[in-house]
């Protein structure tokens, strides 16, 4: 089972199951994460992942099939894909966009505030070797140019300055979180000129983690955070994470 998938039942409620995992797809095919094509978790490991039955997964598979928004084949090489939708197909669902994007912004805000500790620490607590580690990936970051491997050098970018850290219950929140926002699919869009702001933020980030000093590196991540997917919550610009 997908990685990403692990410890998601916790965040999903049982009111209303199937419309909250079919909505968490939606926003990821909304803002381009899940783009045309891309094959979907088989509905066990879902199912398992989240904590729910398969009929719950099932009925969102469903209300997402009959909107048009994936494919379902059977056979060999069948599985639940992404279907080509239309602008005009997702102005059908915008008020339930943007209702389930407003839901996210205390998780979104909550994140930034933990990214801004775990930074301020990394800046006091980091050794040499970590900082090189932080540096290199955040230079690998910087050299990714398609969204699945720019947001993976993302993650280990973050995960990196988590360890530096040297604090298990901040990684622990922070990593709780994006679970909790992501429910396994990345929701940031991503663009050329979205990557670049986002390998700006990273650079300057490691600058002061290099210099010490947490007040200025606290800051940064914050407000890398808050710019880079707390703008997508309320239906603004967004950028790579």
């Known amino acids: 089972m997908d990685d990403g998938l692990n410890g998601l039942g916790e965040i999903v409620a049982t009111q209303s199951t199937p419309q909250q995992i079919a909505d968490h797809i939606l926003s990821a095919i909304a803002v381009g994460a899940l783009p045309e094509g891309t094959a979907l978790p088989p509905e066990r490991e879902l199912a398992a992942a989240l904590g729910v039955s398969r009929s719950s997964v099932r009925a969102a598979l469903d209300r997402l099939q009959r909107g048009g928004f994936v494919d379902r084949r059977r056979g060999r090489g069948g599985g639940t894909f992404i279907a080509l939708v239309s602008p005009a197909g997702l102005r059908g669902v915008a008020d339930r966009l943007e209702s389930f994007r407003h839901g996210q912004r205390g998780a979104l805000e909550a994140r930034a505030l933990v990214q801004n500790g775990i930074a301020r620490l990394a800046a006091q607590r980091r050794t040499d070797e970590e900082l090189a580690l932080v540096r ?7 050299a990714q140019h398609e969204a699945g491997p720019a947001r993976a050098a993302d993650a280990r970018f973050h995960a990196a300055l988590a360890r530096a850290a040297h604090n298990e219950e901040l990684a622990a929140i ?21 990557a670049r702001r986002a390998a700006l933020d990273h650079a300057g980030i490691v600058e002061a983690v290099a210099a010490g000093d ?7 991540c914050e407000e890398h955070f808050r710019t880079t997917t707390m703008l997508t919550a309320p239906g603004g610009s967004g950028a790579a994470g």
């Open 174 to 194: 922070a990593g709780g979180l994006d679970l909790r926002i992501n429910t396994g699919f990345r929701h940031d869009p991503f663009s050329a000129e979205l």
């Open 214 to 220: 947490a007040e200025r590196a606290g800051s940064l």
């Open 136 to 142: 290199r990936l955040a230079a690998d970051y910087a």
